[in-house]
């Protein structure tokens, strides 16, 4: 699966200024790790956040996301979102906040 430069691009701005990001090929696609741990990745038609199960439930009444499931399976806590929300400001950043405020809170890897 192969993901686009323009979707990669708009996360890498969103978290231009949060310390501890780093960027990693997986999947097929790029990850954006906040210290070590998974955040937010881009992939082909798309983007997905890990919100964690806690946040899921207020994250998915967010237009625009959807359960994960890459191979067929939801996966927990992990989130799709489509393009148009991707290049929303406004819901972009409401599920990055719950994204940040569950990973965040994991510890350093």
């Not at 082909?44 to 959807?66: D, I, Q, T, W, Y």
């Not at 929300?85 to 510890?107: E, K, N, T, W």
């Amino acid at each position: 699966m192969a993901y686009d430069e323009g979707q990669a691009q708009i996360l890498r701005d969103a978290l231009a200024e949060t310390d501890g990001i780093i960027e990693k090929k997986m999947f097929g696609g790029l990850c954006f790790m906040l210290n070590g741990n998974m955040l937010c990745g881009a992939h082909k038609g798309g983007a997905m956040f890990r919100v964690g199960k806690a946040n899921e439930a207020e994250a998915l009444a967010v237009e625009g996301v959807s359960p994960l499931a890459f191979t067929g399976k939801k996966m927990g806590g992990m989130l799709e979102v489509d393009e148009a929300l991707l290049v929303d400001d406004l819901r972009r950043g409401q599920v990055m906040a719950l994204a940040m405020d569950f990973v965040a809170a994991l510890p350093a890897k």
